[in-house]
């Protein structure tokens, strides 16, 4: 069965410093990942997402994320975290095999980001 | 291009109201895609729909939901008789095409915000 963790509920970062945010995910087949952040009573706005080729894929904002295969991993990252971060940000996996449900969203529970100024 | 559009943004209902939520999604995408976000928790898949058919409801509640994409006009999540459990965010992503495929993802709308009394 396809899912998604993300092992924090919360993570702080102070301003200037770098942000990581945990993903991992089990699908059969290759995955396609995705990360999304929610600002408060607002919509999902799409980051960034890997479905092939280069493991470090860059997005919106300046944020980042590695693909590692063998640690079933897609941790998103920011070299330099602003006050303006703080937000909810989600993984989501869907399955990248022509079986059924591959269309399905597999969503982490969420990861508060706060950075403090 | 328009993104995907919901309305009403905020819906306040009474307990055993009907609420009626709205999805239009972003020009030449005829899937649609039904989530539920309960408080504190990630979004779950509820309905897929294509054009006048449901091609998978199995995160749908079988009781009082019902959804529907006609060939003309938005598609429609209905809420029979609402509780408060019911209480959630509610999101709707469309895509262009059905299958797995890079150019296949799914882009949301900003939800609706359902509140029951």
């Known amino acids: 069965a396809q899912s998604v963790a993300q092992p924090e509920d919360q993570v702080n970062v102070a301003e200037g410093n770098p942000l990581t945010v945990k993903c991992t995910y089990s699908v059969s087949g290759n995955p396609y990942l995705f990360w999304y952040v929610q600002y408060p009573n607002r919509g999902l706005q799409f980051l960034l997402k890997?479905?092939?080729?280069?493991?470090l894929v860059k997005g919106s904002y300046g944020f980042e994320a590695e693909f590692n295969k063998s640690q079933t991993s897609f941790h998103l990252k920011k070299p330099s975290a602003l006050v303006s971060d703080s937000a909810l940000y989600f993984c989501?996996?869907?399955?990248?095999?022509?079986?059924?449900?591959?269309?399905?969203?597999?969503f982490g529970t969420g990861t508060r980001l706060k950075v403090l100024a | 291009n328009a993104g995907v559009m919901q309305n009403p943004r905020h819906l306040v209902r009474r307990r055993g109201q009907e609420a009626r939520l709205r999805c239009s999604p972003m020009?030449?995408?005829?899937?649609v895609y039904w989530y539920r976000q309960l408080p504190e928790e990630g979004l779950k898949f509820m309905v897929y729909l294509q054009k006048e058919n449901i091609i998978d409801e199995s995160g749908m509640p079988k009781e009082r939901f019902s959804a529907e994409f006609p060939k003309e006009g938005p598609s429609i999540l209905r809420i029979q008789q609402v509780v408060r459990g019911d209480s959630a965010a509610y999101f709707c992503a469309s895509s262009r095409h059905p299958w797995a495929g890079e150019d296949n993802e799914q882009f949301f709308g900003p939800g609706t915000r359902l509140t029951v009394l």
């Open positions: 989501a996996v869907r399955g990248g095999t022509s079986t059924s449900g591959t269309y399905k969203y597999i």
């Open positions: 020009k030449g995408h005829s899937h």
């Open positions: 890997y479905i092939t080729g280069d493991n």
